[in-house]
């Protein structure tokens, strides 16, 4: 009898501390969507350019001191986004993408690739175009793109983080026509190769070429390269 007993009251506590468990586990996910909800409403309306300083305000804000991760905030982002702008956002989306292919083209001999929001799919409206070239001669960038007739507003050097081989890039900010701004980086030919992990998605950053780019705008113009996790 007595060992009946102690193994209902073994079973009786496991059942509670799970209950416990998943009261806990269901009461931080409800926090940390509050202050990716709240940390994605301070990058949208520009209250904030960086998602680690949107999380750490947007928490203090709550009075949370949990984190979300980055993707957490890039999924409620694309989320306001999508309520806010609706089939806007998605013909911004083809028209960037096709100012993009415009710029590369331009710069098809320096192996330009497109990354960022407008390569990923996710651009909403406060996106620019980021494009990445590569040369060791970034004169010769600049007169490619003045030869256009592209209207720059802004170069800059920036430098590389803190880290051994890390190099310095030069940035060149255009405004279109369209008021949309495209950012043209200047890398090293011998950066060509390196692949970087995304630091909201997680992923490897894998952008399009002239060639892809080309590709998606005739057979899926609007599509997205995101991680399967992302929606979930």
Same mark, same amino acid.
């Given at each position: 009898m007595l060992l009946r007993w102690l193994l209902k009251c073994q079973i009786k506590t496991k059942i509670l501390f799970a209950m416990f468990e998943n009261s806990?586990?269901?009461?931080? &996910?409800?926090?940390?969507? +509050?202050?990716?909800? @709240?940390?994605?409403?301070?990058?949208?309306? /520009?209250?904030e350019k960086e998602y680690k300083q949107a999380k750490e305000k947007?928490?203090? &804000?709550?009075g949370i001191r949990i984190l979300p991760t980055n993707l957490e905030v890039a999924r409620e982002l694309? *989320? !306001?986004? =999508? @309520?806010? @702008?609706g089939q806007l956002r998605k013909d911004r989306l083809l028209r960037m993408r096709k100012e993009a292919f415009e710029i590369m083209s331009t710069l098809k001999s320096f192996n330009p690739k497109l990354v960022g929001s407008v390569w990923r799919g996710t651009a909403n409206i406060n996106s620019d175009i980021d494009i990445t070239v590569y040369s060791f001669d970034r004169n010769l960038i600049l007169e490619k793109v003045e030869e256009k007739g592209f209207n720059i507003i802004k170069t800059e050097v920036i430098s590389g983080p803190n880290q051994k081989?890390?190099? =310095? /890039?030069?940035? !060149?900010?255009?405004?279109? /026509? /369209? =008021?949309?701004?495209? @950012?043209?980086v200047v890398r090293d030919p011998d950066e060509? &190769?390196?692949? &970087?992990?995304? =630091? *909201?998605?997680?992923?490897m950053i894998e952008g399009l070429d002239i060639d892809h780019l080309s590709k998606i705008l005739k057979e899926d113009?609007? +599509?997205r390269f995101i991680p399967k996790n992302f929606l979930s």
């Open positions: 806990a586990s269901h009461s931080s &996910n409800v926090l940390r969507k +509050k202050v990716a909800r @709240e940390a994605a409403v301070l990058l949208y309306s /520009s209250q947007a928490a203090l &804000n709550l694309d *989320i !306001i986004a =999508e @309520e806010n @702008e081989g890390a190099k =310095e /890039s030069f940035h !060149i900010t255009v405004l279109l /026509s /369209s =008021e949309d701004k495209a @950012e043209i060509k &190769n390196q692949k &970087n992990r995304c =630091e *909201i998605y997680g992923d113009p609007l +599509k």
